[in-house]
């Protein structure tokens, strides 16, 4: 799956948010995208979701997902969920049990036998590195789950529908040691069969596990490139400060 953004703006309420973004984002990689609090990132996720698509949010340009427009009349929300997923950065835990709450989006688009279901939870509760926690509890109560489990198991709930491009909005900063390793382990293994898209702050993380690098500023593309190129020979000082400082004067 590609991925391609043209001239896209943003205004809510009048106000610019995101202003002429061209990016595209390819299959087999892990685009990080970084920069200041307020820059737009997390409000470009959501436009490739069209998760704030209202009458008050005004979009220009176009955002194509396998040749055709996101924003067309005939692409339905549904199609789009179940192709783009997206983990923010606080979990969202349905008052469910845990298996419920993995099944809540899978079993809207298909039919499955009990049988068919029961797999399809172990297996994507082992593939985030979580089955082994709650394999005695998957009826119990997912709130009852640590922030980093509940994390994992929303991760989880996103994969369940297989979408083949992922988008995280900061889907570490609130966890433990251990579920963030786990996350960015999942992560590099995922790239294999999809794309993925990550806001991050940490820009050490962003080295770990980034494909590609977009550094935004006030709602506008600094500079993008290869991991490789950005944290060794970026070419414009704002990227060089904040790469270094997470600072900048943009």
């Keep these: 799956m ?11 309420a009048n106000q610019t948010i995101l202003k002429n973004l061209n990016l595209s984002f390819q299959q087999g990689e892990v685009t ?10 997390s409000s470009l996720l959501r436009t490739l979701n069209r998760i704030d698509s209202n009458k008050n949010y005004k979009y220009s340009g ?14 339905s929300l549904e199609q789009l969920r179940k ?8 979990p969202c835990i349905f008052p469910f049990s845990i298996t419920k709450n993995i099944l809540f989006g899978a079993k809207h688009h298909e039919k499955m036998t009990a049988y068919q279901a029961e797999k399809l939870v172990i297996d994507k509760l082992k593939q985030v590195a979580l089955y082994e926690e709650v394999r005695d509890r998957l009826d119990q109560s997912a709130l009852e789950l640590s922030i980093g489990q509940q994390q994992r198991l929303c991760l ?3 994969l369940a529908v297989n979408p083949q491009l992922l988008l995280l909005d900061e889907p570490t ?17 995922f790239k294999k069969q999809g794309t993925v898209v990550f806001v991050t702050h940490n820009i050490a993380q962003a080295k770990r596990i980034a494909d590609h690098v977009v ?6 593309v600094i500079e993008s490139g290869s991991a490789e190129k950005m944290f060794s020979c970026s ?6 400060q904040y790469l270094n400082t997470q600072t900048c004067d943009c």
């Design 2 to 12: 590609k991925i391609t953004i043209n001239n896209l703006c943003l205004k809510i």
């Design 32 to 41: 990080c995208i970084v920069g200041p609090s307020g820059s737009g990132k």
């Design 62 to 75: 176009d955002v194509i997902l396998d040749n055709k427009s996101i924003f067309a009349k005939d692409y």
């Design 83 to 90: 192709q783009v997923g997206m983990v923010f950065q606080k």
């Design 156 to 158: 989880a709930r996103t």
């Design 173 to 189: 900063s609130a966890l433990d040691p251990y579920s963030s390793g786990a996350l960015e382990r999942f992560v590099v293994d």
């Design 215 to 220: 550094f935004i500023c006030n709602g506008e």
């Design 235 to 240: 070419t414009t000082d704002q990227t060089k």
